[in-house]
Structures are given as C-alpha cells and as structure tokens.
C-alpha cells in the first residue's frame, strides 16, 4: 500500500489567505493545524490552530499572562481587529514548522518512519511536486490496527 | 466565561492502560494524541500519536529509514508484536510531553494565553486537582467566532 492509497484531503490555505478564512477552517473542521502551501500548490508549512489562538491574545497579556485574570475582555472582541486585513504570511510564527512531505509512492512503512523519526501528527503528500493530500498518525494507527 | 464552561470530554488513559487499547482510542477517534492521567486521575501527560506510530516501526528501520523501501513488512504486522503486553508507561517518550493544565474558574482569555505562551494546541482543565475535561486550540477559535 502506497501514501497515494492512503492520503486523505486536508484543507490548505497559501500565505496570501485571509487570516480570518484560515481561523474559520480551523474552527469549522476542529483542526490542530492547517497546511500552508505556496503558489503552486508545493506544501511549505503548518499554521497551528495554537499560534491564531496567540494572534489574538493581547501583547500585554503575553508579556504578562496575570493580566488576563483581571482584564475583561474576550477573544471574540479581538477577532475583527487582529484578523481583518492580516493573511496567514502575518501570522505564521518566525521559523515556520517545517511540514514532512512525502512522495505519492512512498510505502506505509516509508511514511510510518519518516513520522517516528520527526516525531509529527502529519505528512503532506506530494506528486509531480504538488500536495495531493495528506496522512496523519491517527490515521496510520487506523490501517495498522483496522477493526478500530 | 469560564474553562468549566467550554471544556469538552476528551479521552483519557493511564499508565497502566494496555498499549493496544490506547492505539486504538486513539485511532478510532482520530486524535493527534490521548491524555494521560495518575491514578488520581491529575493529568500527567499527553501521549502523541506518532508516538505509538514510533513503537510500530522496527528499530532498524528508525536506524536506517532507506531500509522501508526494500523490507515488505506492513504496520499492522507489527501491533500484535509491539502492543501485547504492553502499557502506555514502555509507549511514552523518555521525555513526556508536559500538558499545560487550567483551572475550572480560569478566564478563556487566560486559557488563550497560557496556550499562546506554550504554544500547544491541548490544555487539560482541572477541578479539585481531578481533570474535569480539555480545551483544544480549535476549540477556543469556534468560541472567538462563533458563527464558524
């Protein structure tokens, strides 16, 4: 069995999205991360639902999170003003976690190998150099143990 | 509004969880990873999917990753070899991934922050010590918006 047969769709944005779309299909799929791909369609990074969660957590409660406590103020009020004209390039963090890429006719083996040794949830599948889909662990777990 | 209020259940396992029954949960859910708590059900630490994924591919596969091209071996081969009689303890890393834990009556703003901070998309909610639930990234940006 080959990472083609076992890929599944995963939503992708480019760096040029709008920051609230990416947010949204975070949101929207419950997702942990959301894969970022340049503009022909090469995986290039994760955008993890934890770093949009930082975009819109005010800068003086980063510095100091005992603020948090006493300010009354939610995160749905800081949506329209951190996310409205920001694509995701703004969000992204400064060294971008680097996406696994894997080729369509890698085997389960291949993949599995490539996942233990970066230690990471998810590997994008590429063919003629464009993502195809993706292949998480939960669903290597899946084939592996398949009356689950 | 408070952890308690948007805390979801999430699945849980001990130390002494058999392996298979963790791999399982974690696959049949399609977690990126399960929680795992102490006997006094504190939350302790987080066990990746691609960890379990590591246990299931051979030693001298993870030594030399170009030999799972040429061995004809499948993942599921390997569960009945690698996950009997084994608990989540031999499963977990050297060094477990912390879990950042909140308190039933935190804000979500300092939910965001402690998260944002981490940088990690899970935070485990407890009440009286005992873990009362979890509250995902994802989760956090459907309640910052909410029509999502």
Same mark, same amino acid.
């Given at each position: ?14 760096? *040029?999205?709008?920051? $609230?779309?990416?947010?949204? @299909?975070? &949101? %929207? =799929? ?7 791909? *340049?503009?022909?369609? $090469?995986?290039?990074?994760? @955008?993890? &639902? %934890? =770093? ?6 005010p800068s003086y409660v980063q510095d100091d ?11 749905a009020d800081r949506v329209a003003d951190k996310l409205t004209n920001v694509t ?61």
């Amino acid at each position: 069995m080959h990472a083609e047969q076992i890929a599944e769709t995963y939503p992708v944005v480019t760096m *040029d999205t709008d920051a $609230r779309q990416a947010a949204e @299909l975070l &949101a %929207s =799929q419950r997702l942990p991360g959301i894969i970022v791909v *340049d503009k022909e369609q $090469r995986p290039y990074s994760v @955008l993890p &639902a %934890s =770093q949009v969660v930082r975009c819109l957590v005010p800068s003086y409660v980063q510095d100091d999170p005992s603020l948090a406590r006493v300010i009354d103020e939610s995160l749905a009020d800081r949506v329209a003003d951190k996310l409205t004209n920001v694509t995701v390039r703004q969000m992204l963090p400064d060294e971008p976690t680097e996406l696994p890429v894997v080729n369509y006719d890698d085997t389960v083996l291949e993949v599995a190998a490539i996942m233990a040794r970066l230690r990471c949830p998810l590997v994008a599948v590429v063919k003629d150099k464009e993502i195809i889909g993706a292949i998480t662990a939960s669903r290597l777990l899946q084939l592996a143990i398949p009356h689950s």
